[in-house]
């Protein structure tokens, strides 16, 4: 069973920014994944980022925005957010996938670490 321990989050001003982080408590290193969803709305991929850290996608909405990262050593994925917006508001998950898995596909996630509440208000 592979556990996932998230922290960050926080309350921001739009145009803010913030750092989401993610350690998987397990010894594999996976690909993994950030989502979120926000009040009343479906889950949204965010972010993809490959077990050996080469390969990221982002969806449209923060692409340019967010970057996604992960220390190897430290099996530990990070989310920086950056020029944060109101529709950015969400909790934020972080997911790991198996390789060779559509990582748009919510339910073929191994497990979830916990929500991570992002507020962006003025």
């Known amino acids: 069973q592979v556990a996932l321990a998230g922290q960050g989050g926080g309350s921001v001003q739009p145009g803010g920014s913030l750092r989401l982080s993610c350690t998987v408590v397990?010894?594999?290193?996976?690909?993994m994944a950030w989502w979120r969803r926000a009040p009343g709305k479906d889950h949204e991929f965010v972010a993809f980022?490959?077990?050996?850290?080469?390969?990221?996608e982002y969806s449209d909405s923060v692409k340019d925005r967010f970057i996604i990262s992960k220390d190897r050593a430290k099996k530990t994925m990070f989310l920086q957010m950056n020029d944060l917006r109101p529709e950015d508001t969400a909790a934020y998950s972080c997911?790991?996938?198996?390789?060779?898995?559509?990582?748009?596909?919510?339910?073929?996630?191994?497990?979830w670490g916990p929500g991570l509440q992002v507020t962006v208000s003025s």
């Open positions: 397990e010894r594999d290193i996976y690909p």
């Open positions: 980022i490959s077990r050996d850290a080469d390969s990221t």
């Open positions: 997911g790991v996938i198996a390789d060779h898995n559509d990582n748009r596909a919510r339910a073929q996630y191994i497990t």
